[in-house]
């Protein structure tokens, strides 16, 4: 009896938070709130508190299927990731190449981004799927050898 009624308090928060964030996402167009944005401070923390659960296999099956039919992410790093590799991947459809320079104006965070995985392929610290999508793009691992081999081959 009593635990009946802690599961309908629980449901009830959770359609609560649900709503705003179906408000939020209506407003904004994603469902990315940060826990440290003043204005949605709670629902932030809400958004950050499914996700923990989510990754501890603690929320329920249909709490999990109700944020995924909105976007919900669940990972905030895999999605940055597959972000910047899908933007790298725009890249060289436009340029014929994957070689960002952190120096190109008009692709700064894509630069930095390429160069951060460079320095995390060369650290081992890059995961072996990783490695092998931006293998499967013709990622070059190291400028100094595409250097030597462009001036190889002028020769």
Request: with cysteine; charged share 25%.
């Given at each position: 009896?009593?635990?009946?009624?802690?599961?309908?308090?629980w449901?009830k928060?959770?359609?609560?938070h649900?709503n705003?964030?179906c408000a939020?996402?209506?407003?904004n167009?994603?469902?990315?709130?940060?826990q440290?944005?003043?204005?949605?401070?709670?629902?932030?923390?809400?958004?950050?508190?499914?996700?923990?659960?989510?990754?501890?296999?603690?929320?329920?099956?249909?709490?999990?299927?109700?944020?995924?039919?909105?976007?919900?992410?669940?990972?905030?790093l895999?999605?940055?990731?597959?972000t910047?590799f899908?933007?790298?991947?725009?890249?060289?459809?436009?340029?014929?190449?994957?070689?960002?320079?952190?120096?190109?104006?008009?692709?700064?965070?894509?630069?930095?981004?390429?160069?951060?995985?460079?320095?995390?392929?060369?650290?081992?610290?890059?995961?072996?799927?990783?490695?092998?999508?931006?293998?499967?793009?013709?990622?070059?691992?190291d400028r100094?050898?595409l250097?030597?081999?462009?001036?190889?081959?002028?020769?």
């Amino acid at each position: 009896f009593i635990w009946d009624t802690i599961e309908i308090t629980w449901d009830k928060q959770f359609d609560k938070h649900f709503n705003r964030l179906c408000a939020f996402k209506a407003e904004n167009g994603h469902c990315n709130v940060s826990q440290y944005d003043k204005q949605n401070k709670s629902l932030g923390q809400w958004v950050n508190a499914q996700r923990v659960s989510y990754k501890k296999n603690t929320l329920r099956s249909d709490h999990i299927q109700q944020l995924s039919s909105i976007g919900f992410i669940w990972d905030l790093l895999e999605y940055a990731w597959n972000t910047n590799f899908d933007q790298l991947c725009a890249f060289k459809g436009q340029s014929g190449h994957c070689d960002v320079s952190r120096n190109d104006k008009r692709n700064k965070s894509l630069g930095k981004w390429v160069n951060a995985q460079r320095v995390s392929y060369k650290r081992s610290s890059l995961k072996s799927d990783r490695i092998q999508q931006l293998s499967s793009i013709g990622f070059i691992w190291d400028r100094q050898d595409l250097s030597w081999n462009e001036k190889f081959d002028q020769h």
